[in-house]
T-cell receptor, first 114, second 117 residues
């Protein structure tokens, strides 16, 4: 069964600083990988996804993520954080075969200081 | 297309009452998912439809829960005899799946927040 670990429950950064949110997955074959963002009381918005090809994926809002098969990781990065980026971030893994049901991590809460 | 729509946005009910939520997916999406999210946790899978067929159900989906997707369009999730532990955000997502998987990503609705008092 697939699983996702987001080791950081909270991350605090200053506005303008760089950001990296960690995600490790467990899956036996090539995974589909996703990052979602959730603002308070809202649904989830897709930031970016990886399913094949270039391991560095560009997303919306200036985010990018790099798939590293050797480390089973899919970390999310942003070079300069804006106050509006404060939200909950979820990494998810979907199987490339089978029922394709994505499994989510518990999330990382991003706090941005002015 | 306005995305995935969920109604109601909020529902407060007394313990023991039945509740029903509705999800309208993106019209061309053939797959529909229900998730439950409690405070401080990621979404947990409940059930999944491909067109009108319910193909998978989680252990979390007790016999008090039932979901339907008649005609492969909108879906309803009903909870009978609600308990306080059912209080959560219920999220619906849809995707355009193919034999190669849902590589396009999953589009989520804004969710229905259920409070059982």
């Amino acid at each position: 069964a697939q699983s996702v670990t987001q080791p950081d429950i909270h991350i605090t950064v200053s506005e303008g600083a760089s950001l990296e949110l960690r995600c490790n997955y467990s899956y036996g074959a090539t995974p589909y990988l996703f990052w979602y963002v959730q603002s308070p009381g809202q649904g989830l918005q897709l930031l970016l996804k990886y399913f094949s090809g270039d391991t560095l994926v560009q997303g919306i809002k200036g985010f990018e993520a790099e798939f590293k098969r050797s480390q089973s990781s899919f970390n999310l990065r942003k070079p300069s954080v804006h106050w509006s980026d404060a939200a909950e971030y979820f990494c998810a893994v979907g199987a490339s075969g089978g029922s394709y049901i994505p499994t989510f991590g518990r999330g990382t809460s991003l706090i941005v200081h002015p | 297309d306005t995305g995935v729509s969920q109604n109601p946005r909020h529902k407060i009910t007394k313990r023991g009452q039945n509740v029903t939520f509705r999800c309208d997916p993106i019209s061309e999406h053939n797959r529909l998912y229900w998730y439950r999210q409690t405070l401080g946790q990621g979404p947990e899978f409940l059930t999944y439809f491909q067109n009108e067929a319910q193909l998978e159900k989680s252990r979390l989906l007790s016999d008090r829960f039932s979901a339907e997707r008649p005609k492969g369009s909108f879906s309803t999730l009903e909870i009978q005899r609600t308990e306080q532990g059912d209080s959560a955000m219920y999220l619906c997502a849809s995707s355009l799946g193919s034999s190669g998987g849902d590589s396009y990503g999953y589009t989520f609705g804004s969710g229905t927040r259920l409070t059982v008092v």
